[in-house]
C-alpha cells in the first residue's frame, strides 16, 4: 500500500479500512504499507500491517528518479521501495487526492513514476477511491494522460473525478464511495476516557476540525471558524471541541490553527481542544460524542457522517461537494471562500435545530453507502483473477494416500479424485493418459476402470498426446466418465459433445494447467544428453520425484537396469526451443473449461515442499461437490486460498527474464546441434 501515512489521520483511516476489506475479502493477505516517514513505523500499534518508513517516497520525483536506477542494475537495488515493489503482488496506491492541478507538479509526476514503477516490476498498479482532476495545466494533463492508463484499475470516489479523467480520455473508471465509511470506531468507554483525559465538559457539545490546508489558501478561514465557535457559544450555549486532524514531526499542522482560533475568541470557558495524537478510530470514537460536527478534514467528515453525526463541510476542493451531496446533505457544504458569514451561520443553526431529523436521514442511507465502499475489494479480486475463467473458489491441496501423493505430478489429487469418484461409483471409469506398453516414449489415452489403471497414468506427459482413437471410442461407449486433459483437448471433446458425436457421458471434466506442450524432439534431446537411443529406454518421466522429490527431474530408466536423472532445469532451459508452435497462441492456461483445473503449488510458500502440491480452480456446481466429498471423507487435504495466488501462478514473465530465456534456449540450440548435426 502506498500513497499513505500515519501523520494524517485521514490517511490512516484510509490505510486502517483498506486492511479491513483486504482481511475481509482475501484469504490472510500480508499488507505491506510503505509510508512517506523516513524511518521503519513499528508495527506493534497497528497489527496485521508491516509499517515501512521510506526515504524514496519523499515527494520527490528527483528522488523517484534515483530509485528507478537501481532497476537497471546498480547496487542499490536493496533499498526499501525497490525490494518492496519487488517482493509485492500488487501495489495499491490509497492517496487521497494526489493528482490534480490543486497538487505540485512533483506530486503528479511521483504518482506517475510510481505506476511505471510497478509495470517495470510487472505489478498490477491499482488506485484505490480518491479524487483525480481537474488536468487544466499542459504539463499534469501530459503524464497523467500518458501513464494513467497502465494502472490495472482506477476506482474514484466522485462523478467530478471521473468527469476529468474522461476529459482527457481515460476510460474504465469505477465510482464507489470512500473507504473511511467503513472504519470501526474506537469502544464509547475509549472515548470517554480521551474526554474525560482532556477534561471536556459533557455533552452537549459541536465539534470542529479545522484544516491547516484550508488557512493556506484563505486567511480569513480563521475569523470564519471564530465567528462560527463564538455563535455556538453564545447563541446555542453549547460547548465547542476542536480535534487535530494532522500530527507533524515539524511544521505548522492543524493545531496551529486550533490554537489561531482559540487565541481569537472571546469566551473560552466552553471551548475544549485535544491536540495530542490519536488513532483515526480513537477520533471517530470521539466525533461520535458530538451534537454536530463542523469537518474542513474531508476524512473527519467522513468519520461524522458515517456514524450519523449532522455534519457541515467547510472544503477546499470539490470533492466536499460530492461527499455531501453523496449523503444527500449538499446543503450544508460549504466553499472555504464563503466569505459570507451569516449565511454560515444560518447553516449552523439550522444544523443544530435539525440535528435529530438528519441523523435519522443519515441512519436510512448510511448502510448502503458502507456496503458500496466495499465493492473496491471486489473490484481488485475480479482484477487479480483476470485470465483465470469463471470459478467458484481456489485451493491448494494433495491426496491423503502418500502413494498416491508420491505417485502424482504435483499433490496426486488428480488421481485421488479419479480413484475417489470411482470408487464412490459417481463414474464408470477415467479417461486418462499413459505411456503405451509397446512405446514408452509414446503417450496412449485409455479409459481407466481401477485404481491400479488410473495410478499408472498419473504424472504429467509434456508430449503431444493423440486423442482421436479415445474421441472416436466415446462415440460408441455408453457409459459415465471423468476425462483429464489439457486445455485443447477438453475444447475438442466439448465441441464433439456439442455436436452430439459422443454417446458417453462424461461427468467431469478436469482440466490441466498448461503453459505449452514439447514436441517428440525434446525426447531426443534428452536421449542425446544422456548418449542413449530410443530402443534402449524402458521408462520416460518427465518430472520424477525419484531423485530430488518435487518438483521433480527428468528419469530414464533403461532396460539394463540403469537409472538416470537430468535435472529439471534442462527441461525448462530449452522449453522454448521444442515449444509446439501453436501452443505460443493459447491464451487458456487454466483449462477455462474444465469442471475443475489442476496445475502446481509453484508458489513461495511451497518451494520447500518435495512432496508436492496441487493448486486447484473449482469452476463447477459438480467439481466443487466433488471437492467437498472428497474432503469430508478425508481423502483429500483441501485449504482455500487467494484465487489472486493462482494469477501469481500465471503472471507473465517480465521481459527481461524473456529475453534471458530465449538467449539461453539459442545456447541450448548450437549445443544441440553441435551433438546432433
Ligand atoms: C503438457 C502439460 C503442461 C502443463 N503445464 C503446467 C504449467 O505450466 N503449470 C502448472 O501448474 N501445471 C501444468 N501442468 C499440470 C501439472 O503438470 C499436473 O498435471 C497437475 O498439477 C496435476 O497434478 P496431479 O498430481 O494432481 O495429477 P496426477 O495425479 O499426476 O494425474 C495427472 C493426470 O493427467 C493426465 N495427463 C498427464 N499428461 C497428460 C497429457 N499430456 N494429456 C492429457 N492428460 C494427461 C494423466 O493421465 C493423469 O490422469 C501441465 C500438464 C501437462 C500435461
Redesign the pocket.
Known amino acids: 500500500m502506498i500513497g499513505g501515512d500515519f501523520v494524517n489521520k485521514g490517511a490512516e483511516a484510509m490505510i486502517l479500512s483498506t486492511q479491513a476489506i483486504l482481511n475481509k475479502y482475501f484469504v490472510n493477505p500480508e499488507i505491506i504499507v510503505a509510508t512517506y516517514e523516513k524511518k521503519n513505523i513499528g508495527s506493534k500499534k497497528y497489527p496485521g500491517l508491516k509499517i515501512i518508513g521510506n526515504k524514496w517516497l519523499k515527494g520527490k520525483a528527483i528522488l523517484y528518479a534515483k530509485a528507478v536506477i537501481p532497476v537497471i542494475g546498480t547496487k542499490l537495488i536493496k533499498g526499501n521501495l525497490i525490494k518492496r515493489y519487488e517482493q509485492a503482488d500488487v501495489i495499491i496506491n490509497i492517496g487521497g487526492f494526489s493528482i490534480s492541478d490543486k497538487q505540485s507538479i512533483q506530486g503528479n509526476i511521483v504518482y506517475c513514476i510510481e505506476i511505471m514503477l510497478s509495470k517495470l516490476f510487472n505489478k498490477p498498479f491499482i488506485a484505490f477511491p480518491q479524487d483525480m482532476g481537474p488536468f487544466k495545466t499542459m504539463i499534469r494533463r501530459f503524464f497523467i494522460k500518458r501513464f494513467l492508463p497502465n494502472s490495472k484499475l482506477i476506482v474514484v470516489r466522485s462523478k467530478e473525478s471521473k468527469k476529468y479523467l474522461e476529459e482527457i480520455g481515460i476510460k474504465n473508471v469505477h465510482i464507489t464511495p470512500d473507504l473511511a465509511f467503513i472504519l470501526k470506531p474506537s469502544s464509547k468507554k475509549r472515548a470517554e476516557e480521551i474526554l474525560a483525559k482532556h477534561k471536556v465538559a459533557k455533552c452537549p457539545f459541536v465539534c470542529i476540525i479545522p484544516n491547516m490546508r484550508v488557512y493556506e489558501r484563505n486567511k480569513k478561514y480563521v475569523d470564519t471558524l471564530s465567528s462560527i465557535v463564538n455563535f455556538i457559544v453564545d447563541k446555542l450555549e453549547t460547548n465547542v471541541l476542536f480535534l487535530s486532524h494532522e500530527f507533524k514531526k515539524s511544521g505548522n499542522d492543524d493545531r496551529f490553527v486550533i490554537n489561531k482560533v482559540i487565541d481569537n475568541i472571546k469566551n473560552k470557558n466552553k471551548v475544549f481542544k485535544i491536540t495530542e495524537e490519536y488513532s483515526a478510530p480513537d477520533l471517530k470514537a470521539i466525533i461520535s460524542k458530538a451534537d454536530i460536527l463542523i469537518s474542513s478534514r474531508f476524512h473527519g467528515a467522513i468519520a461524522g457522517l458515517s456514524i450519523c453525526v449532522p455534519t457541515i463541510v467547510i472544503g477546499w476542493a470539490h470533492k466536499y461537494k460530492e461527499l455531501m451531496t453523496l449523503v444527500k446533505q449538499e446543503k450544508y457544504s460549504v466553499d472555504y471562500q464563503d466569505v459570507d458569514i451569516e449565511k454560515i451561520m444560518d447553516k449552523v443553526n439550522d444544523l443544530w435545530k435539525n440535528k435529530t431529523n438528519i441523523k435519522k436521514d443519515l441512519e436510512s442511507i448510511i448502510l448502503k453507502i458502507k456496503k458500496d465502499a466495499e465493492q473496491p475489494a471486489l473490484l481488485l479480486k475480479g482484477t487479480l483473477s483476470e485470465g483465470i475463467g469463471k470459478f467458484k473458489d481456489t485451493y491448494v491441496g494433495?491426496?491423503k494416500d502418500k502413494n498416491?501423493?508420491a505417485?502424482?505430478?504435483?499433490?496426486?489429487?488428480?488421481?485421488?479424485?479419479?480413484i475417489y469418484a470411482l470408487e464412490k461409483k459417481m463414474i464408470d471409469g477415467?479417461i486418462?493418459?499413459?505411456w503405451s506398453k509397446k512405446d514408452p516414449l509414446l503417450?496412449e489415452?485409455f479409459i481407466?476402470r481401477s485404481k491400479e489403471e488410473?495410478?499408472q497414468?498419473?504424472?504429467?506427459?509434456?508430449?503431444?498426446?493423440k486423442?482421436s482413437e479415445i474421441f472416436r471410442k466415446l462415440k460408441h461407449i455408453k457409459g459415465n466418465f471423468a476425462f483429464?486433459?489439457?486445455p485443447c483437448?477438453l475444447k475438442a471433446l466439448k465441441k464433439l459433445e456439442k455436436k452430439g458425436r459422443i454417446q458417453a457421458k462424461i461427468s467431469f471434466y478436469?482440466g490441466?494447467?498448461?503453459?505449452?506442450?514439447?514436441t517428440f524432439k525434446f525426447q531426443d534431446y534428452i536421449l542425446s544428453v544422456i548418449h542413449m537411443d530410443k530402443k534402449d529406454v524402458k521408462e520416460f518421466t518427465y518430472?520424477s520425484k525419484e531423485w530430488r522429490g518435487w518438483p521433480g527431474d527428468i528419469q530414464v530408466k533403461l532396460k539394463d537396469g540403469t537409472v538416470k536423472n537430468i535435472p529439471k532445469e534442462y527441461r525448462m532451459k530449452v522449453k522454448p526451443l521444442f515449444t509446439i508452435k501453436r501452443c505460443w497462441n493459447c491464451s487458456n492456461?487454466t483449462n477455462k473449461l474444465s469442471d475443475i483445473s489442476?496445475?502446481?503449488?509453484?508458489l513461495p510458500e511451497f518451494r520447500r515442499d518435495k512432496l508436492?502440491t496441487?493448486?486447484i480452480v473449482s469452476r463447477t456446481k459438480s467439481g466443487e461437490m466433488l471437492l467437498e466429498k472428497a474432503k469430508h471423507d478425508d481423502v483429500i487435504e483441501l485449504d482455500k486460498i487467494d484465487s489472486s495466488k493462482i494469477k501469481q501462478?500465471l503472471k507473465k514473465r517480465s521481459f527481461i527474464k524473456y529475453v534471458l530465456a530465449k538467449i539461453k534456449s539459442v545456447y541450448f540450440k548450437l549445443e544441440y546441434i553441435k551433438r546432433n548435426g
Do not use: H, N
Open positions: 494433495y491426496s498416491i501423493r505417485a502424482g505430478q504435483s499433490g496426486g489429487l488428480v488421481s485421488a479424485l479419479l477415467a486418462v493418459t499413459r503417450p489415452t481407466a488410473i495410478l497414468a498419473a504424472k504429467s506427459k509434456y508430449c503431444p498426446v486423442m483429464v486433459g489439457v483437448q478436469f490441466l494447467f498448461c503453459d505449452r506442450t514439447l518430472r492456461k489442476f496445475g502446481d503449488a509453484w508436492g496441487s493448486l501462478e
